[in-house]
């Protein structure tokens, strides 16, 4: 079976960080957690299908591949992608750039590729509020019902070389607020699910930093499964700040 990519635009060249490459560079972001708290939502039968926007080098697209799930990874420059960046020397045949503010569709073979599960890791604040709307409908568009959009967003000004990246730098309320216009419905009770643990963004959300959870139908979303004490307990301690202090101790 192959994926194909359908695109109005292989690039994304009027974006800022076609322009100013800074973070498909150097990103390359996977959280393990994240990924066992994920296929848990799902029968352990089911080959989760997972797309990621804003999949820079494309480390995340492989930990799901690799998990043995389908993972499709989506990115508006190229660099990663001519320099063979992280997973783009390996998986290549799962990553694709296109410009995600324009029409795009994805086919496995010739059948139109729905996901379960859209990611998008400190991506949707690099979008001009202009354009918040198109990237709303490409996810519709790939989600299937009862599909998760899982965000990390970033509500602060990030500028490189004169060039501001973060063209959208607005509160939760009013991001939750504007995709819910778009016709998605928020889940947060998932947000509390991953326990803090996400592949990019704080630990706990903040003014600067925080994930929102949305679907495209509450009635067919999955179960959100019971979690033992122990586990959760681990999830609270891992990438803690004491955490962190006694691992930079232990290993000096």
Same mark, same amino acid.
């Given at each position: 079976?192959?994926?194909?990519?359908?695109?109005?635009?292989?690039?994304?060249?009027?974006?800022?960080? !076609? %322009?100013? $490459?800074? #973070?498909?560079?150097?990103? /390359?972001?996977? *959280?393990?957690?994240?990924?066992?708290?994920?296929? +848990? &939502?799902?029968?352990?039968?089911?080959?989760?299908?997972?797309?990621?926007?804003?999949?820079?080098?494309?480390?995340?697209?492989?930990?799901?591949?690799?998990?043995?799930?389908?993972?499709?990874?989506?990115?508006?420059?190229?660099?990663?992608?001519?320099?063979?960046?992280?997973?783009?020397?390996?998986?290549?045949?799962?990553?694709?750039?296109?410009?995600?503010?324009?029409?795009?569709?994805?086919?496995?073979?010739?059948?139109?590729?729905?996901?379960?599960?859209?990611?998008?890791?400190?991506?949707?604040?690099?979008?001009?509020?202009?354009?918040?709307?198109?990237?709303?409908?490409?996810?519709?568009? !790939? %989600?299937? $019902?009862? #599909?998760?959009?899982?965000? /990390?967003?970033? *509500?602060?000004?990030?500028?490189?070389?004169?060039? +501001? &990246?973060?063209?959208?730098?607005?509160?939760?309320?009013?991001?939750?607020?504007?995709?819910?216009?778009?016709?998605?419905?928020?889940?947060?009770?998932?947000?509390?699910?991953?326990?803090?643990?996400?592949?990019?963004?704080?630990?706990?959300?903040?003014?600067?930093?925080?994930?929102?959870?949305?679907?495209?139908?509450?009635?067919?979303?999955?179960?959100?499964?019971?979690?033992?004490?122990?586990?959760?307990?681990?999830?609270?301690?891992?990438?803690?700040?004491?955490?962190?202090?006694?691992?930079?101790?232990?290993?000096?």
């Amino acid at each position: 079976m192959k994926v194909t990519l359908q695109a109005e635009r292989e690039l994304a060249f009027d974006s800022p960080d !076609h %322009l100013m $490459p800074w #973070g498909t560079r150097r990103d /390359s972001f996977v *959280n393990e957690r994240f990924n066992k708290r994920l296929w +848990r &939502l799902y029968p352990a039968t089911q080959v989760v299908k997972v797309l990621d926007l804003g999949c820079a080098g494309g480390q995340f697209v492989r930990t799901c591949i690799n998990d043995g799930h389908f993972a499709v990874g989506l990115e508006g420059s190229d660099w990663s992608k001519r320099h063979k960046r992280s997973a783009w020397a390996l998986i290549e045949q799962a990553l694709f750039t296109c410009d995600l503010t324009r029409p795009f569709e994805l086919f496995l073979d010739v059948q139109p590729l729905k996901f379960d599960v859209v990611t998008a890791w400190e991506f949707i604040e690099h979008i001009n509020e202009n354009n918040l709307q198109i990237v709303a409908r490409n996810v519709q568009a !790939h %989600l299937s $019902p009862g #599909g998760l959009w899982i965000l /990390s967003i970033t *509500n602060q000004e990030d500028v490189v070389g004169g060039v +501001r &990246l973060h063209q959208t730098v607005r509160p939760k309320l009013w991001w939750r607020q504007k995709l819910e216009s778009f016709g998605f419905q928020s889940v947060d009770s998932f947000v509390g699910y991953f326990a803090g643990q996400f592949v990019r963004g704080a630990r706990k959300d903040n003014a600067v930093s925080f994930h929102l959870i949305f679907t495209n139908n509450r009635a067919k979303v999955p179960e959100i499964p019971a979690i033992p004490l122990v586990h959760r307990m681990f999830d609270t301690w891992i990438g803690s700040k004491p955490q962190r202090i006694l691992n930079r101790l232990i290993v000096g």
